[in-house]
């Protein structure tokens, strides 16, 4: 458990150290008995002009005999949902997730925030060229779907959009008539 341990870290140190080489703010975290490791960084104007979202990246605690990690990419979108248009984001996020090849956006029930979530599992026995391609696998999926949906999402907790446009948006169909909505 303990080479798992310093894998884990070896690996999250060297993403951070990737990103700040692309002059993205990175930094691990190092865990305490609340959250394991976390690699958190700063992508500026991802999804939408002057929207600088942050990402988490972890893997999740593993038990002695479990046979599976996983590694969540999280990338925080929204902060705080407006109760005017929470509705219309929920249904936003019901379209998006359904038409999405993998993870989801949804609201966080321990702090309320927006985010896109994306959770990939591995052997915990995968050798370390392996699960740093799972890693950047998963990353590189939140970041681009971030980076391709959450300015919509953003758009609708701003009044800007509605879920309806949206739904247009991601099938090309026609906009519901208001009438017999």
């Not at 975290?29 to 976390?38: K, L, N």
Request: negative net charge.
């Amino acid at each position: 458990m303990a080479d798992l341990k310093e894998l884990r870290h070896k690996l999250l140190k060297k993403i951070e150290s990737e990103f700040q080489e692309e002059l993205i703010a990175a930094l691990v975290a190092e865990e305490t008995e609340d959250q394991p490791e976390i690699l958190t960084a700063i992508f500026p104007s991802l999804a939408k002009e002057g929207a600088d979202l942050d990402g988490e990246f972890l893997f999740l605690p593993t038990e002695e005999d479990d046979e599976l990690q996983f590694f969540v990419s999280i990338i925080n979108i929204a902060q705080e949902i407006p109760e005017e248009t929470e509705y219309e984001l929920y249904a936003a996020m019901a379209f998006l997730n359904f038409h999405i090849a993998a993870g989801s956006f949804s609201v966080s029930p321990t702090n309320g925030r927006l985010v896109y979530k994306h959770t990939i599992s591995m052997a915990v026995d995968e050798a370390e060229e392996a699960v740093e391609e799972y890693m950047n696998r998963s990353m590189s999926m939140a970041i681009h779907l971030a980076d391709v949906y959450a300015g919509l999402l953003l758009d609708v907790i701003d009044g800007e959009r509605t879920a309806d446009d949206v739904r247009v948006f991601l099938t090309g169909a026609e906009p519901a008539d208001e009438e017999t909505e």
